[in-house]
């Protein structure tokens, strides 16, 4: 047995929960507890939960108040060395835990281990779909803070967490209906290094189910202008409280005009993708002012992701000014112009995206866009 706390915050899914709690049961390294909190369902949540009898410790709470919520009850309960947060949905590889326990008994520098996970959906006629991860990010712990600002890859089910850390970090955030998980791992990862795996840990379910608090519920069609909205209320606050060094790999500092103009399109890229282009393009302005007219690999690459946002960038379609705007930095001296070329290449990614799905209209806009940036 582990010395882990299995935790499944629920709500209104038990025609999901029974699966999830049998493929946690079904670990080859048992956890020491598994505690399930259920958000004042009012489905048969607790019959499900009372069918496993002594297997788990169910946490019920009189009234709905959220996944965050949740999870700090859970995490105040708790009494294992590491914490696991399974989704109620979702399912979990029978090694998963002794993966990811071997990994940190391994790494006793680092925080927290997480792996990959890859995606499926039930048919019609009961047939599990599987399909491939999707986003994904092949990163060094080193470079992990500033993957993860770019965009969210690593999810909850997949991650072991030392519970002397999330002491240390601090509760999830319970004013954040939306991507509470997406804040603490920014929190998390700020705070230690990490270790990590190739290896499939769990399964995401796909289903077009309700989402979001019980007050707040919304469809699968509403979900990434939520995630957006949500991680734009992140990033506000972040763009106050990150330093400038932070946006660069673990243990490197700004030290000169070369590191501090890295540190700029990093986070300009960050918060390109997070749709607050005026934060971005006064970073990469900046950014154009310093050092030589010749931009390095890094540079160039991460440059080329600040139109990658899973959600598309319909932004540099519908709002001429943001393009207008851009083009202005090719003005600057000494490196405008490279920095303005990288990003405009960076929408071929979206353009061959727009093309594979058929919309050859949204892909000839952004042809324009790039080419209209490039002249």
Request: net charge negative; proline share 3%; hydrophobic share 40%.
């Amino acid at each position: 047995m582990s010395n882990t706390s299995a935790i499944i915050p629920t709500y209104n899914r038990a025609v999901l929960l029974k699966e999830t709690i049998e493929s946690v049961l079904a670990q080859s390294l048992a956890p020491a507890e598994i505690l399930i909190v259920d958000d004042g369902s009012d489905d048969n949540t607790t019959d499900i939960v009372a069918s496993f009898g002594e297997q788990v410790t169910f946490i019920q709470k009189p009234e709905n108040k959220g996944k965050a919520d949740s999870l700090n009850k859970a995490i105040d309960r708790a009494t294992g060395e590491y914490v696991w947060i399974v989704d109620d949905d979702d399912l979990v590889e029978p090694e998963a835990l002794a993966k990811l326990t071997s990994l940190l008994e391994q790494s006793p520098e680092a925080g927290f281990s997480y792996g990959r996970h890859d995606r499926f959906s039930i048919a019609a006629d009961g047939t599990r779909l599987h399909s491939d991860t999707g986003y994904w990010r092949n990163c060094t712990s080193e470079d992990f803070l500033t993957a993860t600002l770019e965009d969210f890859f690593v999810h909850q089910p997949g991650m072991l967490v030392r519970r002397s850390l999330y002491g240390e970090v601090g509760p999830f955030d319970t004013q954040l209906m939306r991507s509470q998980d997406y804040d603490m791992l920014i929190r998390l990862a700020r705070a230690a290094p990490c270790v990590s795996t190739e290896e499939v840990i769990f399964h995401q379910r796909q289903h077009e189910g309700d989402r979001g608090q019980g007050s707040a519920r919304f469809s699968s069609a509403e979900r990434d202008e939520k995630w957006i909205a949500y991680d734009q209320k992140i990033f506000s606050r972040l763009q106050e409280s990150l330093t400038l060094s932070e946006y660069l790999p673990r243990g490197t500092e700004v030290t000169d005009d070369a590191t501090r103009r890295l540190a700029l399109i990093q986070r300009g890229t960050v918060f390109g993708r997070k749709k607050l282009w005026a934060q971005a393009i006064s970073d990469f302005t900046a950014a154009a002012g310093l050092g030589g007219s010749n931009l390095n690999t890094s540079e160039t690459g991460i440059l080329r992701r600040a139109f990658g946002s899973k959600y598309g960038c319909p932004e540099i379609i519908r709002d001429r000014s943001l393009a207008l705007s851009l083009r202005k930095i090719g003005q600057c001296r000494p490196a405008g112009k490279p920095i303005l070329k990288a990003l405009a290449r960076g929408l071929l990614w979206q353009i061959r995206r727009a093309v594979e799905s058929g919309d050859l209209q949204t892909a000839a806009t952004l042809a324009h866009r790039a080419l209209y940036l490039l002249i």
